[in-house]
């Protein structure tokens, strides 16, 4: 009796391919799909409650410079706000065509999978019932029994031959299956790049109230990093000057896990558990714009205003920072040097007064 083959060697790669489809979920796709259309509402939801909530100042109740400055920025920010919320809404309709295409991915991979297994199985049966036979003649041969001829193919020639047909509907099925994970891979690549990508003309294009653009001289507006000027009063704004006019590259949790490493290689005793304190301590004083500046408070009036991310002030900064960390609106830079006043001034996290205050049950508090 001949025995009964297996699966071919190129049978394993069949399996390891459709495997990395088995977790696939396209359901929690569409659920992430969901919370940006919900987004959307809201982001849409708030421009609309601004844009009511200063209606009545208008109609000539309120007048002058400093009212059209005021309606000017909040038809900005309407703008800005119509902008994001095309962007949300597009990034939903796309994880929804991304999820229904992956669910028919996993459906195409899991078919052509047990149609290849199929296959195999039924060739292999198909093989060995004709073996068999022919060995019986082969045997009837050995025999020396009258009349008997050998077969053609012989026993040997039909497993051969099966081995061949077997191995390329395996390699058949594997490069189908390879071709549609290459489509897949494409299609999250291109909606993830969409999901990461910036809104231009964003709310992260809206300047703070009362700020002036970089490009202003330094006759008492904003100056540049190197513009004219005497030695490092940049016009009221400290030794820095003003922002520069673009944004960085990356994101809020980018910048805040490159400082955090960079602490911990200078002995700062920060790890990954402190992300969401550093990002809330981001968000209450900067809003995550590593260009805000501060021209209004107590600070400001003293011509040295709060500056990046964590709205330190030039002399803070620069007591803090760690070397070749010098840009104080350079993202990373910054978190360098408010953690570490931080650390200097209060202890650690538990001490900010922020924080502390909002673990209280409190608001936050500046620091």
Not at 76 to 84: C, E, L, S, T
Not at 144 to 154: D, E, N, Q, V
Not at 220 to 229: I, Q
């Given at each position: 009796?001949?025995?009964?083959?297996g699966?071919?060697?190129?049978?394993?790669?069949?399996v390891a391919r459709?495997?990395?489809?088995?977790?696939?979920?396209p359901a929690?796709?569409?659920?992430?799909?969901?919370?940006f259309?919900?987004a959307?509402?809201?982001?849409?939801d708030?421009?609309v409650?601004?844009?009511n909530?200063?209606?009545?100042?208008?109609?000539?109740?309120?007048?002058g410079?400093?009212?059209?400055?005021?309606?000017?920025?909040?038809k900005?920010?309407?703008?800005?706000?119509?902008?994001?919320?095309?962007?949300?809404?597009?990034?939903?309709?796309?994880?929804?065509?991304?999820?229904?295409?992956?669910?028919?991915?996993?459906?195409?991979?899991d078919?052509?999978?047990?149609?290849?297994?199929?296959?195999?199985?039924?060739?292999?049966?198909?093989?060995?019932?004709?073996?068999?036979?022919?060995?019986a003649?082969?045997?009837?041969?050995?025999?020396?029994?009258?009349?008997?001829?050998?077969?053609?193919?012989?026993?040997?020639?039909?497993?051969?031959?099966?081995?061949?047909?077997?191995?390329?509907?395996a390699?058949g099925?594997?490069d189908?299956?390879?071709?549609l994970?290459?489509?897949?891979?494409?299609?999250i690549?291109?909606?993830?790049?969409?999901?990461?990508k910036?809104?231009?003309?964003?709310?992260?294009?809206?300047?703070?109230?009362?700020?002036?653009?970089?490009?202003?001289?330094?006759t008492?507006?904003?100056?540049?990093?190197?513009?004219?000027?005497?030695?490092?009063?940049g016009?009221?704004?400290?030794?820095?000057?003003?922002p520069?006019?673009?944004?960085?590259?990356?994101n809020?949790?980018?910048?805040?896990?490159?400082?955090?490493?960079?602490?911990?290689?200078?002995?700062?005793?920060?790890?990954?558990?402190?992300i969401?304190k550093?990002?809330?301590?981001?968000?209450?004083?900067?809003?995550?714009?590593?260009n805000?500046?501060?021209l209004?408070?107590?600070?400001a009036?003293?011509?040295h205003p709060?500056?990046?991310?964590?709205?330190?002030?030039?002399?803070?900064?620069?007591?803090h920072?760690?070397?070749?960390?010098?840009?104080?609106?350079?993202?990373v830079?910054?978190i360098?040097?408010?953690v570490?006043?931080?650390?200097?001034?209060?202890?650690?996290?538990?001490g900010?007064?922020?924080?502390?205050a909002?673990?209280?049950?409190?608001?936050?508090?500046?620091?």
């Open positions: 009796m001949v025995a009964a083959p699966m071919p060697p190129e049978w394993n790669d069949v459709a495997q990395q489809v088995e977790k696939l979920n929690g796709i569409q659920a992430v799909a969901d919370q259309t919900q959307s509402k809201d982001s849409a708030h421009s409650a601004l844009r909530a200063t209606a009545a100042l208008g109609g000539g109740t309120w007048t410079p400093a009212a059209d400055a005021f309606f000017a920025y909040v900005q920010i309407g703008d800005a706000g119509r902008k994001v919320n095309d962007h949300l809404d597009e990034v939903a309709r796309e994880l929804s065509n991304l999820q229904t295409s992956l669910a028919d991915v996993k459906g195409r991979i078919t052509i999978r047990q149609q290849a297994q199929t296959d195999i199985e039924k060739a292999n049966s198909d093989a060995v019932t004709n073996a068999n036979a022919a060995e003649m082969e045997r009837e041969v050995r025999e020396g029994k009258p009349g008997a001829t050998m077969p053609s193919p012989t026993s040997a020639e039909i497993m051969a031959a099966n081995a061949r047909k077997t191995s390329g509907i390699a099925a594997r189908q299956i390879q071709g994970l290459g489509n897949a891979n494409e299609q690549n291109r909606v993830m790049g969409l999901v990461r910036e809104v231009q003309g964003g709310y992260a294009s809206v300047p703070p109230l009362g700020g002036k653009p970089k490009t202003m001289k330094s008492g507006g904003l100056r540049s990093g190197s513009g004219g000027g005497s030695g490092g009063g016009g009221g704004l400290g030794p820095s000057g003003g520069p006019s673009s944004q960085p590259p990356g809020v949790r980018q910048w805040i896990e490159e400082a955090i490493r960079i602490l911990q290689a200078a002995g700062v005793p920060v790890t990954e558990a402190d969401d550093i990002w809330t301590i981001i968000e209450k004083e900067s809003g995550g714009n590593p805000a500046i501060n209004w408070d107590s600070n009036a003293k011509g709060s500056k990046g991310l964590m709205q330190c002030i030039d002399s803070t900064f620069n007591a920072k760690l070397p070749g960390h010098d840009d104080i609106y350079n993202p830079d910054n360098i040097a408010g570490r006043y931080t650390f200097s001034r209060y202890g650690g996290f538990d900010h007064p922020g924080l502390k909002m673990a209280a049950g409190g608001g936050y508090q500046g620091y």
